[in-house]
């Protein structure tokens, strides 16, 4: 099937948030953030050399690739797209290119990427990538150095903690050494991607934007790119997180990306789960006006998708849902 009809009728998709920011949970030395899990190392300003720490406990021994594939399904959903790697510089995958990684860096040692490949391809169902490609704290070039701070007024999109000259910052370097390289792998290694999920153009340039773009089409030319790769480009309109437009689209594809509680990465005091209820009523409301509905979870430390999120999603699912 044609990727652009098969996104269309896709509807419905999961997203994964997760990394080493789910250790953490959303607290730091005594202090609780307030805003989205996977910003902690912003929120707080934690050094690299302390967040890389983290590695060492970082062994999520209840992570099983067949649950999260068959809790998708299960709730009715087409796709899956995890985070391969985050604004944190930490990867999912086993990388060549930088080991700051889960299968070289900890002491779980495994590659989730592709272990979550396969098993999409048993089930049948689609995998797409999240990839930040244009903040990253763990190098001293990531992106974000002209935008100041978010718009909560207290996160940097950069790391200026480490490294606070921003005026020597070269995010090409980054793009070159690390970006460039780490989407070739993920393109190459896991088999047929159904999209790549780039976010935060902060900083990346319509030349480097275009670049990107053409190398996911040079490896994989079905596979699907978000309008987030920045400068105008993209196969699908992704619409702002939780945003839930109100207009009919007639043309081209959309995507909204929202959370079931209020943050993307685990926090392990954010109980605000929307109920199965609103779960579907949001999932009708865009579906009738042709948006897809990519809804976020958050798996904790030990990689378990907590227990409320699963009933909520289960319950919410086409074949159970009962109005109730």
Known sequence: MDSRK?????????????????LPAGEWKGSRMPFIGEWAQSYFRIPNDEYGKLTGTFNPILFDAEEWVLLAK??????????????????????ET??????QATPFGRDVIGELADACRKH????????????????????????GH??????????????????????????EDKIKPQVKEILTKYGDLCLIWFDTPKTISPAQSSELFNLV??????????????????DYHSWGDNEIPDDHMKDGLYETPATLNDTWGYKSFDQEWKSAVRVHEIREHLKARGINYLLNVGPDYLGRIPAPAAEILRAAGPQSYSGT
Not at 74 to 88: I, N, R
Not at 217 to 234: A, E, F, T, Y
């Open 98 to 103: 930088d080991k700051f990684n889960i299968s």
């Open 74 to 95: 299960e709730s009715g959903m087409q796709y899956l797209v995890v985070t391969a790697k985050h604004h944190d510089g930490f990867a999912l995958f086993q990388s």
């Open 124 to 147: 049948g169902l689609k995998l797409g990538l999240y990839y930040s490609q244009d903040l990253d704290w763990h190098e001293p070039n990531g992106g974000g150095y002209l935008s």
């Open 150 to 175: 978010t718009n909560c007024g207290v996160m940097s999109w950069t790391n200026d903690w480490d490294y606070p000259n921003n005026a020597d910052k070269n995010y090409t370097q980054c793009f």
């Open 6 to 22: 098969w996104f269309r009728q896709a509807q419905y998709g999961m997203m994964i948030h997760w990394g080493l920011y789910s």
């Open 217 to 234: 089409k040079l490896h994989q030319p079905d596979c699907l790119v978000n309008s987030r790769i920045g400068n105008g480009l993209g």
